[in-house]
């Protein structure tokens, strides 16, 4: 069965240092999504992707974050310089096309911790 | 704007009893809802979707969910738990721009 795929599934890192998280969506799967979820809550989401365009990124912190999806397939987001309010899970998720009843398939994801 | 409010952060029950995890919404219209599970160490797996049709909803693992929109709500259920569905339940309405909104989520824990 097709898996959204993240890497690395943990990062310790200090603060101030730049950190990068990546993710592979299922084959095919046109829109692309990067939530954080802190401990607790639920996710939230950080910036969405259709194919190689950002459609939405009003809640990724742009000052710090930057996320790209340079062919339309994988794609990384970095952080830097990271805080320690940034220690969160941060995950990935697909889905065909992104309608509003697309079910959107999750990555294990990237606990992110910073010191 | 859309949002879902997940009323019980934990919920326990014994092994072989019902399980409710209550979930209320507001929206102004009719959205798609959906319950996803989250167990440790694992991605986000969808549970069931509703999405305007039947409003008894049947998912996975025998759990269902009925859209009540009187009552704004769209609680999820199951009539007899396994040790298996302990995780975190999330409920999630479409905010209408194809972007979710999720609840903070229910710990649900099984006793034996």
């Known amino acids: 069965e097709a898996e959204v795929a993240q890497s690395p599934r943990y990062k310790i890192t200090e603060k101030s240092q730049a950190v990068a998280f990546w993710c592979d969506p299922i084959?095919?799967?046109?829109?692309l999504y990067w939530y954080r979820q802190i401990l607790g809550q639920g996710p939230e989401l950080l910036v969405q992707f259709q194919d190689e365009s950002v459609v939405d990124d009003s809640q990724l912190p742009k000052d710090r974050f930057s996320a790209e999806r340079l062919k339309g397939v994988d794609s990384t987001l970095k952080i830097q310089p990271a805080e320690l309010g940034d220690s969160a899970m941060y995950l990935c998720?697909?889905?065909?096309?992104?309608?509003?009843?697309?079910?959107?398939?999750f990555g294990p994801g990237t606990r992110l911790t910073v010191l | 704007a859309q949002s879902v409010t997940q009323l019980d952060s934990h919920v326990s029950v014994s092994e072989g009893t019902p399980v409710l995890l209550r979930c209320n919404y507001s929206?102004?219209?009719?959205?798609?809802l959906f319950w996803y599970v989250q167990h440790p160490n694992k991605g986000l797996q969808l549970l069931l979707k509703?999405?305007?049709?039947?409003?008894l909803v049947k998912g996975i693992n025998g759990f269902e969910a009925e859209f009540k929109k009187s009552e704004t709500s769209f609680h999820l259920t199951k009539p007899s738990a396994h040790m298996s569905d302990a995780a975190e339940y999330f409920c999630?309405?479409?905010?209408?721009?194809?972007?979710?909104?999720f609840g903070t989520g229910t710990r649900l824990k099984v006793l034996a």
């Open positions: 998720a697909s889905s065909t096309r992104g309608g509003a009843v697309d079910e959107q398939f």
């Open positions: 509703y999405t305007s049709a039947a409003t």
């Open positions: 999630v309405v479409e905010s209408g721009t194809y972007k979710y909104i």
């Open positions: 929206s102004s219209y009719s959205p798609s």
């Open positions: 084959s095919g799967h046109a829109t």
